[in-house]
């Protein structure tokens, strides 16, 4: 089992310098790539999305690059263009009002001043993203393979607190349905005791049968061991993703415990119902980071 949350780094040389990647995951339905890059290579965000889909399955991820050392060209002042644009504002000034300054900031708001030489290879590029990336996404996955072992280990706890209180639903069951039969027996030997009507036993009978069937919470017991069973199985054995099917589970765990709750008329009963949601409610929230 996996978590869907991690961090990891990747580095590769690139030129006489490096390209160093970091890489954020936390939990999200589906796998949701945001990847940003130096502005001057923003178009080789691709070539990162491209390997983080190759390794990543589902969750969010933030990706941020950075260049350490000289691995890109630096940019040049074109600087005859500098002297031909400011000798117009100078002349401009000239012109307009003579008394006032030409600040050298204008220059700044002039495009096409600076002056990339393109000279970078863009395949030693692509192939330094590549390796800084899968080295990022190597981490992320360790990481994450840690954080999953100690989900496992919190769900199967928990699972373990389900079927003690499974059980003891199991074992009050009988005895609150004897004593629904004792005291619907009162009531209508209290009701009739003013009364010159005989009672009839298989009446009697009839009615604390439709009772007991409507009471009964069987059903609902073998299915919440079956899902708790699929989700053990799960957490121990599969080596695939599995938040998914285990967060399918927890919802039929929820609905079958809500059954229940509807069917508890004992304090007892519902006691251990409350318990039971309560297990339930915290595997939801832990089974939310599962992969």
């Not at 220059?107 to 993203?129: F, R």
């Not at 074992?171 to 619907?184: H, I, M, N, Q």
């Not at 005989?198 to 009772?211: C, G, K, S, T, W």
Request: aromatic fraction near 2%; proline fraction near 3%; include cysteine.
């Amino acid at each position: 089992m996996q978590s869907m949350t991690g961090y990891g780094s990747g580095r590769a040389a690139l030129g006489e310098g490096h390209v160093v990647l970091e890489m954020r995951t936390v939990n999200h339905r589906y796998l949701d790539v945001r990847v940003r890059l130096p502005s001057r290579i923003q178009s080789r965000t691709g070539v990162v999305e491209g390997v983080i889909r190759s390794h990543l399955t589902r969750g969010r991820v933030d990706v941020n690059a950075r260049f350490e050392g000289p691995t890109l060209p630096q940019a040049a002042l074109n600087l005859e263009r500098a002297r031909a644009v400011y000798a117009d504002l100078i002349a401009l000034r000239d012109t307009l009002s003579p008394d006032d300054p030409v600040p050298l900031s204008l220059l700044s708001m002039v495009p096409d001043l600076l002056v990339v030489h393109h000279d970078l290879d863009q395949k030693a590029l692509d192939e330094s993203l590549e390796r800084a990336t899968a080295a990022a996404c190597a981490a992320v996955i360790s990481m994450r393979a840690t954080e999953g072992a100690a989900l496992a280990a919190e769900l199967k706890t928990r699972l373990g607190e389900l079927a003690s209180q499974l059980s003891a639903l199991e074992a009050a069951a009988p005895g609150v349905l004897e004593t629904r039969r004792a005291r619907l027996r009162e009531r209508i030997e209290a009701l009739l005791a003013d009364v010159d009507v005989e009672l009839d036993p298989a009446r009697l009978e009839q009615e604390i049968a439709v009772l007991a069937d409507r009471s009964d919470i069987t059903e609902e017991l073998v299915r919440l061991g079956s899902h708790r069973s699929q989700m053990l199985e799960l957490i121990e054995n599969s080596g695939e993703p599995v938040g998914k099917r285990i967060d399918f589970l927890l919802q039929e765990m929820a609905r079958e415990a809500n059954t229940i709750g509807s069917k508890a008329q004992d304090a007892t009963m519902t006691s251990h119902v409350v318990a039971l949601k309560t297990v339930i409610e915290q595997m939801r929230e832990q089974a939310q980071n599962v992969l």
